[in-house]
């Protein structure tokens, strides 16, 4: 996997529109869409969201996240960045968020 898992995923997230980037408060950066955070990258390596509980158990079960690194009974996922592959998961439940933060905010 390339080096720049945090350069590609800003890249990508930064072209939907209305997304921002700040710093996030237990570090690393977080990304927003109108004031509400759709997840949050920890260097190069972690990507964390949180998504409604129904949803959390199907990714978990699907492999394509792991319970959260602190909180592991929340509604929190934590996406460890080791392959390619885990990049394009990371995209594609960053991008369900999105898409939910999205409909409510019409």
């Known amino acids: 996997m390339a080096n720049n898992a945090r350069e590609v995923l800003s890249g990508e997230l930064l072209s939907w529109p209305g997304v921002t980037q700040q710093p996030h408060r ?21 990507v964390d969201l949180l998504l409604p509980k129904p949803v959390r158990d199907q990714v978990i079960a699907a492999g394509q996240a792991s319970p959260h690194h602190v909180y592991p009974d929340s509604g929190w996922v934590s996406v460890y960045l080791k392959s390619d592959a885990d990049l394009d ?12 933060l999205a409909e409510k905010s019409v």
């Open 89 to 100: 998961a990371a995209i594609e439940l960053l991008r369900i968020k999105y898409d939910k």
């Open 26 to 46: 237990f570090g690393g950066i977080e990304f927003q869409f109108k004031g509400k955070e759709i997840g949050h990258m920890h260097g190069d390596h972690l």
